[in-house]
């Protein structure tokens, strides 16, 4: 158990809705990352978030947006969905800011899109 | 953050040792090396980092040639359960840049 908690863990839904994907960081840990994982594409960064900030961008849609909250948990929201956007969506935390060294990842919310 | 090549896959047996080399001709002075393990349908788990020469822990060794470029995740005595995936990243997250995961290597461990 990495301390890291993901929900929900299995999502279906259809295109064109809107989903929130939810993550709790290890107890004192300030960073969240986000990582989009399908079969074709490999494990994606998406977005990284310190103490409520936005500190890194990745491939990140303009249909998906983020956002940390006071209480350092974290809020994935994916909208117009569409097939391809099914995949498994790993949320990960840290310290601090920069990475020197391991990243918590939970176990993943897995979003099928029909 | 430095490019790193792997191998797409590597097969092994039961009891054998594995060893996985990565590539990273661009590393910078100030950046680690990391490997992570992930089982299928989870996520990735941290299994050791290293600067310099070599690492080990209860998993895995890590070794580092002197002018840095590549680095070799050493398994011992692999089992069943070591089949997963590897990947080896290099790098500090600095703001504003990314942190990548490649492809990693996909090890299969057979009896």
């Known amino acids: 158990d990495s301390g890291v908690t993901q929900t929900p863990k299995h999502l279906i839904t259809a295109t064109g809705q809107r989903v929130t994907l939810r993550c709790s960081p290890r107890s004192g840990d300030l960073s969240v990352y986000w990582y989009q994982q399908s079969l074709d594409q490999g494990l994606q960064f998406l977005i990284q978030y310190y103490n409520g900030e936005e500190r890194a961008k990745g491939n990140i849609l303009e249909r998906f947006s983020a956002q940390q909250f006071p209480d350092l948990h974290s809020e994935l929201n994916l909208s117009s969905l569409e097939l391809g956007d099914s995949a498994l969506y790993f949320c990960?935390?840290?310290?601090?800011?920069?990475?020197?060294?391991?990243?918590?990842f939970g176990e993943g919310s897995r979003l099928t899109v029909l | 953050l430095a490019k790193t090549t792997q191998p797409i896959s590597m097969d092994s047996y039961e009891g054998q040792e594995v060893n996985i080399t990565c590539s990273h001709n661009n590393i910078a002075t100030n950046d680690y090396i990391t490997w992570y393990q992930q089982f299928p349908s989870q996520g990735p788990r941290f299994i050791i980092q290293g600067y310099k020469t070599k690492v080990t822990n209860e998993v895995a060794s890590l070794f580092i040639p002197a002018d840095r470029k590549s680095s070799t995740l050493s398994l011992p005595r692999v089992s069943l359960s070591d089949t997963a995936v590897y990947y080896c990243?290099?790098?500090?997250?600095?703001?504003?840049?990314?942190?990548?995961f490649g492809k990693g290597t996909t090890l299969s461990v057979s009896s």
């Open positions: 990243l290099v790098g500090l997250n600095q703001a504003g840049t990314a942190l990548i």
């Open positions: 990960a935390s840290s310290p601090d800011s920069k990475y020197t060294g391991e990243l918590f």
